[in-house]
């Protein structure tokens, strides 16, 4: 009964790849974000999705695109790999428009780009 | 937008001795105010949180304090032990729809038996 869920926990691949991460809530709640935690683990949004709409855009490059296909899921697809993008990356829910605004995270996709 | 800067980047206590970690933040209209710990090699976990109406708030050996008018909020541990050994993150948002928190850089507390 997992409540944050991220496939796959590590991702090992070559500079220029195309590579996804999927990011599961059974929550129940409406929001969902990414996160990039650097080595000095600065933690920085990337996006936010709302009941699968886009709400926040941190300046993160084209070659990133999410995509929410149901309130459930967020997934993270990254476009030609570069050695910079290597990271921690978190995905989080939350209920949003409630009385709370407690993040969940999920347990984080460790990217290795080489 | 947001802009949160947390204090100190590193901590170093013995266990038993008490550990402060201080956060200022930027936009007045931020309502609620969350401390997350990472220990390594996991994901962020809340911790405990405070809302703009409420000037402290405790459980058990973690308390936080606001001060609305300074723009500032803290966490207290007390009595620390070697499990306290973490990342820190305070974060601030607004309870709005879909609400973006901005977290700190983070404080790497180290708890020394």
């Known amino acids: 009964d997992t409540a944050v869920s991220q496939t796959p926990k590590y991702l090992v691949t070559q500079m220029g790849n195309d590579k996804s991460i999927k990011c599961e809530q059974n929550?129940?709640?409406?929001?969902m974000y990414w996160y990039k935690q650097d080595s000095k683990k600065f933690l920085k949004i990337m996006f936010s999705?709302?009941?699968?709409?886009?709400?926040i855009n941190e300046t993160v490059p084209n070659r990133f695109s999410p995509k929410s296909p149901d309130k459930a899921h967020l997934n993270l697809h990254i476009n030609s790999l570069e050695l910079g993008d290597s990271a921690v990356y978190f995905c989080?829910?939350?209920?949003?428009?409630?009385?709370?605004?407690?993040?969940?995270f999920g347990p984080g996709t460790r990217l290795t780009v080489l | 937008g947001e802009n949160v800067e947390q204090h100190p980047s590193t901590l170093s206590v013995q266990e038993g001795d008490s550990a402060v970690i201080k956060c200022t933040y930027s936009?007045?209209?931020?309502?609620?105010f969350p401390w997350y710990k990472q220990e390594l090699g996991k994901r962020p976990q809340l911790i405990i949180d405070?809302?703009?109406?409420?000037g402290e708030k405790k459980d058990q050996r973690i308390a936080v304090t606001l001060n609305k008018t300074a723009k500032h909020f803290s966490l207290h541990i007390t009595e620390t032990q070697p499990e306290d050994s973490a990342v820190y993150f305070c974060?601030?948002?607004?309870?709005?729809?879909?609400?973006?928190?901005?977290f700190g850089d983070g404080t790497t507390l180290t708890v020394k038996p």
């Open positions: 999705y709302n009941n699968k709409e886009l709400i």
């Open positions: 989080a829910s939350q209920l949003a428009g409630t009385s709370t605004d407690t993040q969940y």
């Open positions: 929550l129940g709640h409406d929001t």
């Open positions: 974060a601030a948002s607004r309870n709005t729809n879909a609400g973006k928190s901005t």
């Open positions: 405070i809302r703009s109406n409420v």
């Open positions: 936009d007045s209209a931020s309502n609620y």
